[in-house]
């Protein structure tokens, strides 16, 4: 496998990297309460803006298999609030040491492909100093272990373990007055799992 990193994406690169995309975050429509499928135009407009850096896995044959993306300029990312970053993490960001990946995907679950992605960014993040922030809803860190892994996977590139923290936080809710509606889910309520913190949040 062969890792790209475009600066833009394109024509029938830009469909094969839709299709991988589509195929992952189409199973969370169902799973989260809030949307996280782009759609088609959104994420033409992602692969086409140049402030943020396209990663494509590529097997032999030329199909792509995992993507990501990232950027260190956080204006490129509209949901995030810049004043958050520069009153907490003052230094990293005035220094452009932030690193954002809004979106990470590999094909049928392809560990090797996810590891390919995940490696490269670690090192990029160890060559620069950087943070290196994600968003990740509850469905993919509980069900799928997605942060665990990728803290499996940085911890063995290291000689020390890479600190995680969950800076903020964000609940989402559903009221029943009637007590119509959630009748037979009251014991469906979630956990609230205690995070591995290793590190000191601000």
Request: aromatic share 8%.
């Amino acid at each position: 496998m062969m890792l790209k990193s475009l600066a833009s994406v394109d024509g029938d690169l830009a469909t094969l990297a839709w299709r991988v995309y589509h195929a992952c975050f189409s199973q969370l429509e169902t799973r989260a309460y809030q949307r996280h499928l782009m759609t088609p135009s959104e994420f033409t407009a992602q692969m086409q803006d140049e402030r943020v850096d396209k990663l494509l896995v590529l097997d032999d044959a030329g199909q792509v298999v995992a993507l990501a993306t990232v950027t260190t300029d956080l204006a490129a990312v509209p949901l995030l609030s810049l004043p958050f970053f520069e009153d907490n993490y003052s230094d990293a960001y005035a220094s452009g040491r932030i690193i954002y990946v809004p979106l990470i995907a590999a094909a049928d679950h392809d560990r090797e492909a996810f590891k390919i992605l995940v490696e490269h960014v670690y090192y990029l993040a160890i060559t620069r100093g950087c943070l290196v922030g994600m968003d990740v809803c509850r469905f993919n860190d509980l069900q799928r272990h997605f942060v665990r892994v990728i803290e499996l996977i940085t911890n063995r590139l290291g000689d020390e373990d890479c600190y995680v923290v969950t800076p903020d936080e964000q609940s989402l809710w559903l009221f029943d007055p009637s007590r119509r509606n959630l009748a037979g889910n009251l014991g469906r309520r979630p956990a609230r799992p205690g995070r591995r913190s290793m590190g000191v949040t601000p």
